[in-house]
């Protein structure tokens, strides 16, 4: 939802408040729907996992056909608001992620680790959603930008969630999920991934977004935080100090950054 209102608000500012509504409103039901669905369908794996047995369905909390329903109305909903108040592209779009997310990167999560691929591109495709609600082209440099931030954030987010709870995964079944890359590897592919994604930031001028001198310093120095603070957190997970502790740790430090990043950039482009 916040990264779909921050390509809205990028695109149109603050001027349309009823279609930044309707945005909000119809990729909240499409994306409770779909994560519904997605409760639905690994319902037996959750019930295996400390983390996920609480959840309503292997906790006994609603029928398994009630859950379904609820789950379809939600997606219809959000299909039917973005079609009626945002126009086709954002309803494809929201198509897409739904058999991104429900057909492809939930089944294939049980066989592969390359799960992870349309895994994280389903974090890209919402602030699309609001870049084409307000009427923006999908191809502007504007919404490249916001579309690559998330997808590229997306992969540390997986693999540190992998780590965090590597025990889970093993009990339910995801070994091929959790297996690439190795232990060493990941930790290399998640610092790689943070340097991209802060090399990403910092060149925002290149796509039309964050020109002003005091923004760029104030980038500057969240960034060099992010790095530093990855660095030693890698680096304890490297040493076995609580690996699961640190990887939880440095996965909360990544979702702040995401949220003052998208903030950053409704700030800049509502002013």
């Not at 500012?13 to 669905?37: F, K, P, Q, R």
């Not at 009990?171 to 890359?181: E, H, L, T, V, Y």
């Not at 610092?191 to 994604?197: P, R």
Request: aromatic fraction near 12%; glycine fraction near 8%.
């Amino acid at each position: 939802m916040f990264s779909a209102a921050t390509g809205h608000i990028l695109f149109d500012g603050m001027s349309d408040w009823w279609g930044l509504t309707a945005t909000i409103a119809g990729v909240y039901l499409l994306a409770g729907g779909s994560s519904a669905l997605n409760q639905f369908q690994e319902r037996d794996r959750d019930g295996l996992m400390p983390r996920t047995a609480g959840r309503p369905i292997p906790a006994k909390q609603i029928k398994e056909t009630s859950a379904l329903l609820i789950a379809l109305s939600m997606m219809a909903a959000g299909i039917l608001t973005l079609f009626l108040f945002t126009g086709i592209v954002p309803v494809i779009l929201g198509f897409i992620n739904v058999i991104l997310y429900n057909l492809i990167y939930t089944p294939l999560k049980r066989h592969s680790s390359l799960a992870l691929l349309p895994g994280a591109l389903v974090g890209a495709i919402p602030p699309l959603i609001g870049f084409t609600a307000a009427g923006g082209n999908i191809l502007a440099p504007e919404a490249l930008f916001i579309s690559l931030f998330m997808f590229i954030w997306q992969l540390p987010h997986f693999w540190l969630l992998q780590i965090a709870y590597n025990d889970d995964y093993q009990k339910a079944g995801f070994d091929s999920f959790i297996r690439f890359p190795g232990e060493k590897s990941k930790k290399i592919a998640i610092l790689s991934s943070i340097v991209l994604v802060s090399a990403l930031v910092v060149s925002g001028r290149q796509f039309g977004i964050f020109y002003e001198k005091g923004i760029y310093i104030f980038l500057a120095l969240i960034n060099v935080a992010l790095l530093l603070t990855s660095a030693i957190l890698l680096q304890a997970i490297s040493a076995g100090r609580n690996a699961g502790k640190q990887a939880a740790q440095l996965l909360k430090t990544l979702n702040i950054y995401s949220f003052i990043i998208l903030a950053l950039i409704i700030i800049v482009s509502a002013g």
